[in-house]
C-alpha cells in the first residue's frame, strides 16, 4: 500500500521542507520552534483538528519526528529549538525507525467483526450454521457476535446473504501482516518493535498520519554543511517516475541540492542479479525444493523474527544496496553514504550495514529539492560512471527479481517463478505451508516483496505506481540486457 497522494504525505513534505529551509537560515534553533505557529498563524484556518491549539500541538509532534526523535516518552515541556539542538549533536540515529504521535492517533474503536442493522434475522440462520465457534446467537429478532467467542474468521460474512456482517478495521492493525501494532489501555497504537519488521505498511494505512518515521535528514545536512567528508547518495532502481524528470536530470539535481556524487543502487542489482543465479542453479543441482530471494529488507526481518524456519530456502545473495555501498566505499573509504529508499525498511538494513552511513526516503529528497528551490525537469542530464542494465533498473517492480535471476540463468526454461506482491497476513499463511511442506508446487524461485507491487509501492513512495510504471518503461526500453560472463 502506497501512501502517494494522501493529505498526510503532502503534510509531512512540508514539515520536512521547513526543517531544512529552517536548517539552511541563520537561525535553525529559532526558526525550527517557530515552526507550527508559521504552518497555523493565529486566525488561520483549521484543516484538520478542533481548535489552532491542537492543530499546532500535533504539528510540534510531528517536527519532532521530522528531526529524528521517538515521541513514545518524549518530554511535551521541551521547546522544539532544544530537539533542534539535539539533533544537531546526535552521533547516530535511533534504532527504530517508526513512531507514534499519540495526539494524531484517534483512538480507533477494537478491531472486531460486526453485525449491522441490515440483519434480516432470516429464518436459515447462514450466520450461525457458518460459525464454527459458537458466538453467534439471536437476540431480539437478530444476530448478535459474543466478541469472547469470535475468531475472526469471516465465515459468518461470507455466509450472510445480505451483507449484514462487517469487519471494523482498525487500519494500522490490519495493515500489519505480523500483529506487531495493539491498542494500549488507552486505545492509542503501539508498535511492539520485538515483532514490527519495519515494512512501513502502518505508515501508509493510518488516515490521520498518526505513525512517523523518524528522520534523519538532519544528520545528512550536518554532513552535507561540514563539507569535511563527500557525501555520496545512492539510489533505489524504483526511483524512476517517482519525481519530474530522467534519472540523468535527478542526478544533476542531487548534486544541485549537495551530494557530491551520486550513484544507482541499480548497478549493484546486477551483481545481486548474477550472485543470485549463480546460487539458484548450485541449490537445483543440491536437490533444493526452492529458493527466495533476498533484496527485500522487511521480508529478511519477517524471517529473522517470524519464520525462522524459511532461513534454510532464502538465498544468502547480498541485496543490491549492499554491493553498491561496498563498491562505493572501497572507492571513497572517507565518504559519508546515503541510500534514498522509498521504505522504511531499508533504515533497518542500513543500520546493520557499516557501508551505509544514513537513509533518505523519496518524501525527504523531495521536500530537499522543493526547500532548495531546484526544478528537476530544468536541470541538465549527466551520465553516471557506469550504466545499470535493464534487468537491474527493474529491481523495483514487482517480478523484476526474478526475471532478472532467469534472464541470466543458463538454462532460463528451468526457473519456474513465484511472486508474492506484498506481504500480508494470506501471505505470510502462504510462506508457512511453503515451509512446512517443503515444497512449492510448479515454483522453485519465491520472489517476495512486503509491498504490493514492489518497492515501486512502498510506504515512502510519493506517485502512484501505474504512473511510474510508465516511465520506467521508458528507461528500460533504453538500457541494455544485463550479460553474464562466466
Keep these: 500500500m502506497s501512501n502517494n497522494n494522501s493529505q498526510s504525505i503532502h503534510l509531512k513534505k512540508e514539515i520536512l521542507a521547513r526543517i531544512i529551509e529552517a536548517f539552511l537560515s541563520d537561525n535553525y534553533e529559532e526558526n525550527t520552534r517557530l515552526i507550527p505557529y508559521d504552518m497555523r498563524p493565529k486566525g488561520a484556518e483549521v484543516p484538520y483538528r478542533c481548535c489552532i491549539y491542537k492543530e499546532r500541538a500535533i504539528l510540534k509532534e510531528r517536527v519532532k519526528a521530522g528531526l529524528g526523535f521517538s515521541l513514545e516518552e518524549d518530554d511535551e515541556t521541551k521547546l522544539l529549538s532544544d530537539y533542534a539542538k539535539e539533533a544537531l549533536e546526535r552521533e547516530k540515529p535511533d ?34 450454521s457458518a460459525c464454527k465457534f459458537g458466538a453467534i446467537e439471536m437476540v431480539n429478532g437478530k444476530s448478535k457476535i459474543d ?8 465465515m459468518c460474512m461470507n455466509a450472510c446473504p445480505y451483507n449484514a456482517i462487517v469487519k471494523l478495521a482498525v487500519p494500522c492493525e490490519d495493515a500489519c501482516p505480523v500483529g506487531a501494532i495493539q491498542k494500549d489501555s488507552n486505545g492509542i497504537t503501539r508498535i511492539d518493535y520485538e515483532q514490527c519488521i519495519s515494512c512501513g505498511k502502518c505508515v501508509a494505512a493510518c488516515p490521520f498520519g498518526a505513525v512517523n518515521e523518524k528522520s534523519q535528514i538532519i544528520d545528512i545536512l550536518k554532513h552535507m554543511k561540514d563539507d569535511k567528508k563527500e557525501v555520496i547518495a545512492m539510489f533505489a532502481p524504483s526511483i524512476v517516475g517517482q519525481l ?7 542526478k544533476t539535481a542531487m548534486e544541485k541540492a549537495g551530494f557530491d556524487r551520486v550513484y544507482e543502487v541499480a548497478q549493484g542489482a546486477d551483481i545481486t542479479t548474477i550472485n543470485e543465479a549463480k546460487e539458484f542453479e548450485e541449490r537445483m543441482e543440491e ?46 573509504p572517507e565518504a559519508i553514504t546515503v541510500f534514498i529508499s522509498p521504505c522504511v525498511a531499508k533504515r533497518k538494513e542500513s543500520m546493520d550495514n557499516p557501508n551505509v552511513d544514513y537513509v533518505m526516503t523519496y518524501e525527504e529528497l523531495g521536500a530537499l529539492f522543493i526547500a532548495k528551490r531546484i526544478e528537476i525537469a530544468e536541470c541538465e542530464e549527466s551520465k553516471f560512471e557506469v550504466e545499470s542494465s535493464k534487468q537491474g533498473r527493474n529491481f523495483g517492480n514487482t517480478t523484476g527479481v526474478a526475471e532478472a535471476v532467469k534472464s541470466v540463468a543458463k538454462n532460463p526454461e528451468e526457473v519456474k517463478p513465484y511472486i508474492i506482491s506484498g506481504l500480508t497476513k494470506d501471505t505470510v499463511k502462504e510462506l508457512k505451508k511453503f515451509t512446512k511442506d517443503k515444497s512449492c508446487p510448479g515454483c522453485n524461485l519465491i520472489e517476495v516483496m512486503c509491498c504490493e507491487g514492489g518497492c515501486i509501492g512502498g510506504n515512502a513512495t510519493i506517485n502512484i505506481p501505474r504512473v511510474a510504471r510508465k516511465q520506467l518503461k521508458t528507461l528500460l526500453d533504453e538500457s541494455e540486457d544485463l550479460k553474464r560472463n562466466d
Excluded at 504521535?101 to 480507533?108: F, H, P, R, T
Excluded at 519530474?244 to 535527478?250: C, K
Design 95 to 128: 534504532e527504530h525507525p517508526l513512531t507514534v504521535l499519540d495526539a494524531a492517533c484517534a483512538g480507533c474503536v477494537p478491531s472486531r467483526i460486526y453485525v449491522t442493522d441490515l440483519c434480516q434475522g432470516c429464518v436459515a440462520r447462514p450466520c450461525q
Design 147 to 154: 466478541g469472547s467467542k469470535c475468531k475472526s474468521c469471516k
Design 244 to 250: 519530474p524528470g530522467t534519472i540523468y536530470q535527478l
Design 287 to 332: 536437490g533444493a525444493p526452492f529458493m527466495t530471494t533476498s533484496c527485500c529488507a522487511g521480508y529478511n526481518q519477517f524471517i529473522k523474527k517470524h519464520l525462522p524456519e524459511l532461513k534454510e530456502f532464502e538465498s544468502t545473495t547480498e541485496t543490491p544496496l549492499y554491493y553498491t555501498a561496498e563498491l562505493v566505499k572501497e572507492k571513497y
